[in-house]
């Protein structure tokens, strides 16, 4: 493909997330990493999905946009998106292996201080739901992400690396996997990923649910959130 003039600033693009996994289903999207020079900004979105293969096109893509010196600082400090593209990202474009230059990233560890943010915003979805019952299949959805990343972090400590994967909740080695079912997680990730697409939520949550889900999953993230404190 012959290079336009604003492609001098694109360095490289990467994709990550289910598709480079091999977990590709009904419910992935295109996860890509755009790197661009320092204080370039964006270039043309068409420039970057330019480099999408033709079996991944029909995908809804999601760009992340990342400047060579603000990749390397989170390599450097260790940060877990750094251990998600240094782990998973596959390269489709690169006029130089920038991700490649930047070794494996520092120890992670955030994990303590990264779950407790996401617990505050857990912590609020009870109250939300009781003010605004219409939209609980929103805060539904924000358990998924919730729960998701939570335990994203966790792994990283737990697992012999960190898994990014959606059923990450389940795959924690040496601890109790989420008291939740399969059913009710795969309800909560539906109601994210039909609020991203702006499709009709498969189902919603009432108040006394989402009581059945905190009462139990807050005690779980206390011990998950306890363990991890004991390996600082």
């Known amino acids: 493909m012959a290079l336009s003039p604003l492609m001098g600033d694109l360095i490289g693009v990467y994709v990550f997330g289910s598709v480079a996994r091999g977990e590709r289903d009904e419910r992935s999207d295109l996860d890509l990493l755009a790197v661009v020079e320092d204080g370039k900004g964006k ?5 970057v999905l330019a480099f999408v293969p033709r079996d991944c096109r029909e995908l809804e893509a999601s760009i992340s946009w990342y400047g060579r010196k603000r ?5 450097a400090n260790g940060e877990l998106f750094a251990w998600h593209l240094h782990g998973e990202a596959k390269p489709i474009f690169e006029f130089e292996p920038v991700l490649a230059s930047f070794g494996q990233p ?3 560890v955030d ?3 990264d779950i407790a943010s996401f617990r505050k915003v857990l912590s609020g979805i009870p109250e939300q739901i009781q003010m605004a019952p219409d939209n609980a299949s929103y805060e539904l959805g924000l358990v998924y992400v919730c729960l998701r990343n939570i335990c994203m972090s966790a792994s990283a400590v737990l697992n012999d690396k960190p898994d990014f994967s959606r059923y990450s909740p389940f795959n924690l080695r040496g601890f109790k996997h989420v008291p939740l079912s399969v059913g009710e997680y795969d309800a909560a990730m539906a109601c994210r990923m039909a609020g991203q697409r702006g499709m009709a939520p498969p189902s919603v949550m009432d108040l006394p649910s989402a009581n059945s889900i905190f009462s139990r999953i807050e005690p779980w993230l206390s011990d998950l959130q306890e363990q991890l404190e004991n390996r600082k």
Request: charged residues 45%; proline residues 0%.
């Open 111 to 113: 994990a303590v201080e």
């Open 71 to 75: 990749l390397r600082q989170m390599f």
């Open 106 to 108: 520092s120890r992670y």
């Open 43 to 47: 270039v043309d979105e068409r420039e």
